[in-house]
């Protein structure tokens, strides 16, 4: 059975001072993570439209997003960035409802 591909989709745009903190304080840090393993980061600019790839809940209309998307649909979401606490914690439990992880990789640390 083909593994399921589960990536976090980020919805930002130029000049989203929200979207700069987040760059700058988990940015970096993301792919080396659990989570950031399995769900890598990909990102989009709002301002040239939203992916006609992924089957999304709603329409994007704050910077930043950050989709859950599980092979091309929306899974859950996280509206703003309301700081590296409470982000860690939102994407965990999206992530933890998403269904099992079929490769849990980083959680031996």
Request: contains cysteine.
């Amino acid at each position: 059975m083909a593994q399921a591909e589960t990536f976090l989709l980020m919805a930002e745009e130029e000049g989203c001072s929200w979207c700069a903190r987040w760059n700058a304080e988990i940015g970096p840090i993301y792919p080396k993570t659990a989570e950031g393993q399995n769900a890598p980061l990909r990102r989009f600019d709002l301002r040239k439209g939203q992916p006609d790839y992924i089957a999304l809940k709603s329409a994007v209309r704050f910077t930043p997003t950050f989709i859950l998307v599980k092979e091309t649909e929306e899974i859950a979401r996280i509206e703003g960035y309301p700081g590296e606490e409470l982000f860690w914690w939102q994407l965990s439990v999206m992530l933890k409802r998403s269904g099992p992880q079929e490769q849990q990789k980083g959680n031996d640390q």
